[in-house]
Each structure stands twice: as structure tokens, then as C-alpha cells.
């Protein structure tokens, strides 16, 4: 037998159980396990039923994606499904944990699927740019009808066990998976229930089949939010054939679209990013095995935008916040906007309808800092100059618990300098939020040089808990995502000068697949910000000048680099931008020229993977993919372009070491100059992945 999974008998039930941690997931050695298992319950005179279930943590969470782009070992997950799906004896999937992927394809193939109250059922191969490839395109639908398929095959996201009984996909919610689905097998034997076969039961896609607008409107719901994308739209194909085609025609076609995802420049990108975005948890330098200390209640200072977000975030997690403002009316406005966002979300569906209020329960909110009592994790998120942050972290050193980490939310001040205003810099790092905190999921855990091991550790793993993307980033001007949005901002004023105009340059950056360009940027975060710190600074920016000095803000005036229609947030072009540029231009005698959007596409970008290359050297980031994690959840990087680091590397860091140095002449910008990382890289025809090892190189 394998070590991966073993049968025991129960008098007339076989009982199947794959242990293969983590996930279980579908390893050649996990697929021969399961066909050699239910092989031999078949087999087995004695056993009548069989029960397929898992150890560990989870029910199957899908195909092993390691082993994609290798060459295939059998068995073929379809012959595994075809011997469970044909077995003369019944087969009950207990699911337990995540049923994902080809997991929950397994579990179609079973005559019958039972679950735990918290187990989650899904198909998220979209989110890897691919599509179900065994059978779960053709069985799903049979299972839930065409609506339910689409939106969990083609939006990826899974469905709790509620939502699976409702919808027919399970037959009950049971206790302990193994004990549970045992019992099911007897009353299935005790009723003499039929071997119930998905492949023949058409009877949840005859309304489809007879008026297909059924499958087409789901369809084009879903796909509403997949620009850019190529496997949504396959995996609505294939969702397609089983309403037009037989059985196993939609099966060949399934597997044909399969294989063309499998071998996508875009499903290789978003396999990346997965893995990356789990190497990012793995904190460089950090002993191997360091425990976390416990976290029962964070304390978030500052109830604004940034901190009332922070605030939700946690609660949404389950988590006791105590919410510390410096007077009632802040305190009382923060609680109310928070109190607002959740209703209008319970409103749409989108949490339950008492989620609002349990989560509110949550939510201790208090005047003084003194009040930081028994927290475990402290978050300031309060003005963003080092005055107020030092004054702050002075205060908490006194009130904080031994112990507590304390965390700033600062999205570009020096950790270092913050926590030499506390007797503990060894309880010191940053968690920078990105805006809007409960939305975004980025966050960039800044390790300063005295942070201890444990307490890095502890943020990053409250992130994850609270399901944000950690990334820990080094002390410097920006960390990693704003040090590099600042080179793009750069060069994008520069190409205002040179000819080109804000619509121009963000249709090619929106175009390339990041969700707005920096002008629209700028608009949205508030022109006058950058002018009061340039003005602090003694910095002039004829241009944003000008527009900031006309009243022009951005969507907060109505007008900025665009003009924008009473509650409307959508950018327009506006003749008074263009005249303005001439007039500062001609005041500068300076003249338009043509910029070519191959130009501004490169302009934009390579200057960004050249601070990325700066970023590495200096240690700022401990890997290219830590970099490419910031990006795809920080600031809407394409996740079918994995990020600028893996972009950069499809492009060639020759070709952008070569146009790096050509505009660094061609524009007299010594800063565009290719930094010594990439020049080496460059030299040797190496990729910023050969810097890296783990899954995601
Ligand atoms: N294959 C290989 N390794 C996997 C894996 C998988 N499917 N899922 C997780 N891991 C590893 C992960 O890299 C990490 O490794 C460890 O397990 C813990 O994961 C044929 C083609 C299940 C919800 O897309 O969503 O089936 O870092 O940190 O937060 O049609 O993992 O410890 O070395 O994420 O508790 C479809 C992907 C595949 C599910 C658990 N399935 N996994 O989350 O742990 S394609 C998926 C997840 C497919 C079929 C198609 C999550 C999880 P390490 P973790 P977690």
C-alpha cells in the first residue's frame, strides 16, 4: 500500500484515506494511492461502500501545482475518476477543510458528497489561469445547475457547506469527515440508495439546454471583472460544453482546453505569483521554527481613513480591536463610517446581515492612549509626520504592555528613527497598510535594525490571519512599493514636458493592465498633497503647480489632470489640461514633441525594475519575487503578468539595461542610468529569478 493512503475495513465499509501533507494535494504518488485503494475496496467482497476521506487539515486542495509543466506520471486523474465514477459499489467523498480544484473534481466523480459545516467547496483554477481539467466543467454544472457553476468555474471563488447542501452539491453536513461519511455510507446501503452518476444526470442543465441566455448571462456577469484575462473566458467555453455537447465529448474538449492554459504564458505568471506570495510569509534571515508570540487583541491608534480600516480589517478576522482616537467626536465619526461600510456591504450580500453588528462588538473604542491596556499588537496610524509618530511611540513605551509589538502604520518614515523613541526597539517594525486598509491586501511588515525575530514573525502571521499578503520590506524612502512608484511618477511628469499628455500615458499603462494610470492616480490621492510637500521642500513642479494653484486637487475639486462629472469618478480629458501644459511649456521654451506609446510603455516600467534591482542590492527586499508581491497586491500589477520583477525577466534585462541607458542620454537623466545589479544580470544573460531559490524561482 502507500504511504500516502491506506484502506480500512468497517465491517461493509472501506473507509479511503489520502494523508499526504500539506493539502493532500493530487501527486502522482496521491493519485496511484486513491486508484489503488478503491481498486482494492472493490475488490474486497466484504465491503459494500466506500468512503473517501482525508487526514490532516484538509480534503484534496487540488492537482499538485508542482507538477505542472512536467512531464505528466500516471495515473491520469481522469482514470482515477473514471474507476471511482464506474465503481458497482457506492463511493462517498467526506469532505473536510478546502475541497478545491481537483479535489472537488474528485469528490463529482463519487455517487455521493458529504461535508463539515466549515468545509469550502471551489474551482478556483482561474485563479492560476486555468481551467478544471478533470471533469468538474462537465460534472459541476450537472451538480448546481449552469448559474452556480459559472460563477464558482469562471469568478474561482469556492462556497461554504451551507450554499453546497442548498445547492445540491452535498447531501448532508456531517460531524468528524471520517465518522461522518461512514455513517452515510450505511443509511446509503440501509436505503439501498442508487449509484448516482453526474455523467448521466441532466436534469439541473435542461432548462439551459432548451434557452441558453440562462448560461450566456451568468457568463457575462462573471467575466465582467476579467479584463485582460484568458482563462475565465476558456473556463466559460468549457462550462459551454456541457450544456451543448454529450458527456464525454465536453470531457475531450475540457481537457484540450486544459492543456492550452496549462502551457500559457499567462497560467505560468499567476502559478508564480501563488508561490511567491507564500515565499513571501518565509522570512529571510529570520531562524527557522521562530514562534510568533500570541496576538488576543490589537489596539489601533487613530480612527481616519487608514486606522478605521486597519480597525476593520481585524474585526472582520474576529479579532478585539480597541480603537484609541484623542477626543470622542473623532472616535464617534470613525466608529459611524465603519459601522456604515459594513451595512452597505451586508446590503449588497456581501457579509451576513448581523455581520455588521457582531463585528462592531468588536470594536472597543476609547479616548487616551493609556488605554492601550493588555494589547498584544499596537498599530498607530495616526498624522503622518515624525513629530506626531515620535511623540506617539514615546507615549506608548510607557502605557504599552511588556512585550507588545508595537507597529506603525507609516508608509514611507523611518522605522528606526521611530523606535529609538521607545526603551524597546526590539518590539519596533512597521505594517504598512495600503488605502483602503480593509480592501487592499498588501502588507509591507518593515523590519528595522533592531526588530526581534518573534516579532516579525507575529506580524506577519496576523496578516495572514486577518487575510492580508505580508511582504516584509527593509528601512528606506518608500520601502519597496512607493520607492518604485516614485521613479514611475518621475518620469511620468517628465513626458508632460516632452509632449505627451496625462490621457496618453494612462491609456498605455491601463492598457498594460494595471487598474488606472498615474495621472488618474494622482487625481484620486489629491494633488495638493505632493504640492504641500514640495512646497515644504522648496521643490517647483511647473506643471502640478500650476494645476494645484488654478484649485485643481483632482476628483476632490471636480477637476485635477482630468475633469470629472458631478458623481462621476470616471477621468475626462479636459482642452483646459492641454492648454495649461502649452502655456507652462511655452513660458519653460520648451517644445511638444511626439512621444510614442512604446516610449511611455517603457518609461514607465523599466525605470521602476531598475530601483527594483537597487531595492535587491541594498537588501531593502530579500527577494526579486518579495518585490512582485508588493506590486500584485499593493498596486494592481496584472497577476497574468506576475509581477515587474518576473515581467522584467520575460522581457530580457539585456533589452532593458540597453533602453535604460539610451534615455538616460537621450533625456539627460543620469537616474535612468541601469543600476549594477542589472547591468550584471544584463552582462551575464541572467534573470532576476536565478537570484532566487524556493518554489517561486
Ligand atoms: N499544489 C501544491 N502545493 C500546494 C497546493 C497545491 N494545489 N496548495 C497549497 N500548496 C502548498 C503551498 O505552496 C504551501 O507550501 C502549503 O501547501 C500550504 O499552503 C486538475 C488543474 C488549500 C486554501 O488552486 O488555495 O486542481 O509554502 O500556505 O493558507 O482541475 O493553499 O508550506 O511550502 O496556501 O492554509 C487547484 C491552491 C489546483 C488551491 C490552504 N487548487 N491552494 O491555504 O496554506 S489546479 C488550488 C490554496 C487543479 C484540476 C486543476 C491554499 C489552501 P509551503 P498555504 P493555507
Redesign the pocket.
Known amino acids: 500500500m502507500s504511504e500516502v493512503a491506506k484502506l480500512d475495513r468497517h465491517d461493509i465499509v472501506g473507509i479511503v484515506t489520502i494523508d499526504s501533507p500539506?493539502?493532500n494535494?493530487?501527486s502522482a504518488a496521491v493519485r496511484g494511492g486513491i486508484l489503488d485503494n478503491v481498486n482494492a475496496a472493490i475488490a474486497d467482497p466484504a465491503i459494500k461502500a466506500i468512503v473517501l476521506t482525508c487526514g490532516g487539515r484538509?480534503f484534496i486542495?487540488?492537482?499538485?501545482?508542482?507538477e505542472f509543466g512536467k512531464p505528466p506520471k500516471p495515473p491520469a486523474?481522469n482514470d482515477v475518476l473514471s474507476a471511482i465514477e464506474n465503481s458497482p459499489k457506492p463511493v462517498i467523498a467526506a469532505i473536510h477543510g478546502?475541497a478545491?480544484?481537483?479535489g472537488l473534481?474528485v469528490a463529482l466523480a463519487c455517487h455521493y458528497r458529504v461535508a463539515t459545516k466549515e468545509a469550502k467547496l471551489g474551482l478556483?483554477?482561474v485563479?492560476?489561469g486555468?481551467l478544471?481539467?478533470?471533469g468538474?466543467t462537465q460534472r459541476l454544472p450537472r451538480a448546481v445547475g449552469p448559474e452556480l457553476a459559472v460563477k464558482m468555474i469562471v469568478g474561482g471563488d469556492p462556497i461554504g457547506a451551507a450554499e453546497a447542501l442548498k445547492s445540491g452539491l452535498i447531501e448532508e453536513i456531517i460531524e468528524g469527515p471520517a465518522s461522518g461519511g461512514e455513517a452515510f455510507a450505511r443509511k446509503v446501503l440501509a436505503e439501498n440508495r442508487p449509484l448516482r452518476k453526474l455523467r448521466d444526470d441532466e436534469s439541473k442543465i435542461a432548462a439551459a439546454k432548451a434557452d441558453r441566455s440562462i448560461f450566456t448571462n451568468a457568463v457575462a456577469a462573471i467575466t465582467k471583472k476579467s479584463r485582460g484575462l484568458e482563462a475565465p473566458f476558456a473556463a466559460a467555453d468549457a462550462v459551454g460544453y456541457a450544456i451543448d455537447l454529450p458527456f464525454d465529448e465536453g470531457l475531450k474538449k475540457e481537457r484540450e482546453g486544459?492543456l492550452k492554459l496549462v502551457a500559457s504564458d499567462q497560467s505560468k505568471a499567476q502559478r508564480y505569483a501563488?508561490?511567491a506570495e507564500?515565499e513571501a510569509a518565509k522570512i529571510a534571515g529570520v531562524p527557522e521554527g521562530t514562534k510568533g508570540r500570541k496576538v488576543e487583541r490589537v489596539a489601533i491608534i487613530g480612527a481616519g481613513t487608514m486606522g478605521g480600516g486597519i480597525a476593520m480589517s481585524f474585526a472582520n478576522a474576529g479579532v478585539p480591536v480597541t480603537l484609541i482616537e484623542t477626543a470622542e467626536e473623532q472616535l464617534r465619526r470613525g466608529m459611524g463610517i465603519m459601522q456604515k461600510n459594513w451595512e452597505a456591504t451586508a446590503a449588497r450580500g456581501g457579509i451576513p446581515a448581523d455581520a455588521p453588528a457582531k463585528r462592531m462588538a468588536l470594536i472597543n473604542g476609547v479616548v487616551g492612549l493609556e488605554n492601550v491596556g493588555d494589547a498584544d499588537l499596537i498599530i498607530e496610524a495616526v498624522f503622518e509626520t515624525m513629530a506626531v509618530k515620535k511623540e506617539v511611540f514615546g507615549k506608548l513605551d510607557q502605557y504599552a504592555k511588556p512585550g507588545a509589538v508595537l507597529a506603525s502604520n507609516t508608509s514611507y518614515l523611518n522605522i528606526d528613527d521611530i523606535a529609538k523613541q521607545t526603551s524597546r526597539p526590539q518590539d519596533v517594525l512597521g505594517m504598512h497598510f495600503f488605502s483602503p486598509a480593509n480592501v487592499m491586501k498588501l502588507c509591507e511588515i518593515v523590519r528595522a535594525e533592531k526588530t526581534a525575530p518573534d516579532a516579525l514573525v507575529t506580524a506577519v502571521s496576523i496578516a495572514r490571519k486577518i487575510a492580508k499578503v505580508p511582504a516584509v520590506v527593509g528601512v528606506c524612502d518608500g520601502f519597496v512599493g512607493n520607492r518604485m512608484l516614485a521613479q514611475r511618477g518621475k518620469q511620468a511628469e517628465k513626458l508632460l514636458f516632452e509632449g505627451a499628455l496625462p490621457q496618453q500615458v494612462d491609456a498605455v499603462v491601463t492598457k498594460f493592465g494595471m487598474p488606472m494610470g498615474p495621472f488618474a492616480m494622482g487625481d484620486l490621492a489629491g494633488l495638493d498633497i505632493g504640492w504641500r510637500s514640495r512646497k515644504d521642500r522648496g521643490i517647483k513642479s511647473e506643471i502640478a503647480d500650476a494645476l494645484c494653484e488654478a484649485g485643481r486637487f483632482g476628483q476632490k475639486t471636480g477637476k485635477g489632470y482630468y475633469k470629472y462629472e458631478a458623481g462621476s469618478r470616471a477621468p475626462l480629458p479636459d482642452p483646459d489640461v492641454e492648454r495649461l501644459i502649452d502655456e507652462t511649456l511655452a513660458k519653460l521654451g520648451l517644445k511638444r514633441r511626439a512621444v510614442s506609446d512604446e516610449e511611455i510603455l517603457e518609461r514607465m516600467m523599466y525605470p521602476m525594475i531598475n530601483e527594483g534591482a537597487k531595492i535587491l542590492a541594498e537588501g531593502i527586499a530579500a527577494r526579486p519575487s518579495d518585490i512582485d508581491v508588493v506590486w500584485l497586491y499593493g498596486y494592481g500589477w496584472p497577476i497574468y503578468r506576475g509581477g515587474p520583477m518576473y515581467w522584467a525577466d520575460s522581457v530580457g534585462l539585456k533589452h532593458i539595461a540597453e533602453r535604460l541607458a539610451f534615455y538616460a542620454k537621450e533625456t539627460n537623466d543620469p537616474s535612468l542610468e541601469p543600476a549594477p545589479l542589472l547591468k550584471k544580470l544584463a552582462d551575464e544573460g541572467k534573470t532576476f529569478a536565478s537570484l532566487a531559490q524556493g518554489?517561486a524561482a
Request: hydrophobic fraction near 45%.
Open positions: 500539506p493539502v494535494a493530487l484538509t486542495a487540488g492537482a499538485d501545482i508542482t486523474l478546502t478545491l480544484g481537483g473534481e478556483p483554477e485563479k492560476l486555468l478544471p481539467g478533470a468538474g486544459f501563488f508561490f507564500r518554489k
